[in-house]
C-alpha cells in the first residue's frame, strides 16, 4: 500500500508547481482547473493510492484519475486534485509529493487556497495573503508589497505540505485569498490568480471565471458538502484561533 506516480509526459527541468486541492470555498480546485484551460496545459502524470476512495472519473467520454499533474513543458505544472484529501491520508500524501517534487525539477511549491472570513459577502475584491516558510521568501513578498499572512494557522493538506518544505528548507508558498468557508467561491479563486500571473509574470484572464460564478457554485456543491466532512477532522478549526504565544 502507499502512492505511486504514474508519468505520461515529461516534467519541464527547471519549473514552479502550483497546487490545488479542495479546502476553503474550493478555492484551490476552481483556481488550478482554469488555469489548466486557460493556459492549455497537457496532462503530464497522476497519483493515485489504495487509499483513496474508489473513484474513475469520465470528461469527454476519456477516462481520468482523480489527482493529476498538468505542464507546459517548459517552466509550469498544476497539480489539480478533484477530491477531498481523507485526513487519514494527508501526511503520507505531502511527504511521497514532497519527494516526488524533489525528484522532478521543481523549484518551488505554489499553492492556491482560500482564508475563511465572516464578512465575505460585503468584500467586492478579496484580499490574498502569502504565508512562506523561508525567510528570503517572506523578504520578496514583502518587498513586492504583497500581504504577508503575519498571524494564524495553516490547516490541513495545505499545512503538511508546509510543514514538510520547512523541514527541506524548501521554497513553499500558499496564496489564501478571502473566502466563504462552505460555498464555491470563484471570486476568490480570481484573486489568488491574479496574483499568482503577477508572481508567475504570465498573463491569465479571470474575466471568464467571474462570468461562470453561479454555474461553477451549482457543480461544485457536491464537492463542497464533501470537502466539509474532510475539514471537520482536518485541524480547520485552528484556523479561527490566534496563535497562543501572540495573544
Known amino acids: 500500500m502507499g502512492w505511486e506516480y504514474r508519468e505520461l509526459k515529461p516534467l519541464p527541468e527547471k519549473h514552479v508547481m502550483v497546487i490545488g486541492i479542495p479546502d476553503v470555498g474550493l478555492v484551490g ?42 505542464s507546459d513543458s517548459k ?10 484529501l481523507p485526513p ?8 511521497y509529493l ?14 492556491l487556497g482560500g482564508i475563511a ?14 504565508a512562506a516558510v523561508r525567510e528570503e521568501d517572506r523578504k520578496f513578498f514583502s518587498e513586492k508589497n504583497f500581504l504577508l499572512l503575519k498571524e494564524g494557522f495553516v490547516s ?11 523541514k527541506r528548507g524548501f521554497s ?5 485569498a478571502e473566502s466563504h468557508l462552505n460555498y464555491p467561491d470563484p471570486g476568490a479563486a480570481a484573486s489568488v490568480l491574479n496574483s499568482l500571473s503577477s508572481i508567475l509574470n504570465v498573463k ?9 460564478e453561479e454555474e461553477i457554485r451549482v457543480k461544485l456543491r457536491e464537492l463542497m458538502r464533501r470537502t466539509m466532512e474532510s475539514m471537520r477532522t482536518s485541524g480547520k478549526e485552528y484556523e479561527f484561533t490566534v496563535p497562543a504565544m501572540y495573544a
Open 88 to 95: 487519514s491520508e494527508m501526511h503520507s500524501f505531502s511527504d
Open 75 to 84: 517552466t509550469l505544472s498544476v497539480f489539480y486534485s478533484e477530491i477531498a
Open 98 to 111: 514532497m519527494k516526488l517534487v524533489t525528484e522532478s525539477g521543481v523549484e518551488r511549491i505554489i499553492m
Open 117 to 130: 472570513v465572516p464578512n465575505r459577502m460585503s468584500i467586492e475584491k478579496p484580499k490574498v495573503y502569502v
Open 172 to 176: 513553499g508558498i500558499a496564496l489564501l
Open 204 to 212: 491569465i484572464d479571470v474575466k471568464p471565471l467571474l462570468e461562470q
Open 29 to 70: 480546485p476552481i483556481a488550478t482547473s482554469f488555469l489548466v484551460k486557460n493556459l492549455k496545459l497537457e496532462l503530464a502524470g497522476y497519483l493515485d493510492s489504495e487509499t483513496l476512495p474508489p473513484l474513475m472519473l469520465f470528461h469527454d467520454s476519456k477516462p481520468l484519475m482523480p489527482l493529476r499533474i498538468y
Open 156 to 166: 490541513g493538506a495545505y499545512a503538511t505540505i508546509l510543514k514538510q518544505c520547512y
